[in-house]
């Protein structure tokens, strides 16, 4: 199983930006869908969650401002951010847990994709 992850690049402040992460492999379902994010100097911080049946989370730090969501047909995941501000700055890294198709539990990260928010 892959993870591939695109969508980061340099945003004003009050911009927005949309990244796509797409699990390859032999896949039988994904559980959870998740966005992380680590900021130069902080601790890694979940920013968003997705289960399979739609039902999202989201950090404090994002609320109203960023939109998880997921197409399983696709077994990608999405995340919409929105009103961006300079502390949203840090490489994005996608994260998902699911059952191969011989049923063996895992979980995958993506390869992270820097999102820079700056005038």
């Known amino acids: 199983v892959q993870l591939q992850a695109s969508g980061g690049g340099l945003v004003q402040p009050g911009g927005s930006l949309r990244l796509s992460c797409a699990a390859s492999g032999s896949i039988s379902s994904i559980n959870f869908m998740r966005w992380y994010r680590r900021a130069p100097g902080k601790q890694r911080e979940l920013v968003a969650s997705?289960?399979?049946?739609?039902?999202?989370t989201y950090g404090d730090s994002v609320k109203g401002r960023f939109r998880i969501s997921r197409d399983n047909a696709k077994n990608t995941v999405y995340l919409q951010m929105s009103t961006l501000k300079p502390e949203d700055t840090a490489v994005y890294y996608c994260y998902v847990d699911l059952f191969d198709a011989a049923g063996v539990y895992g979980d995958y990260w993506g390869q992270g994709t820097l999102v820079t928010v700056s005038s």
């Open positions: 997705i289960v399979s049946s739609g039902s999202t």
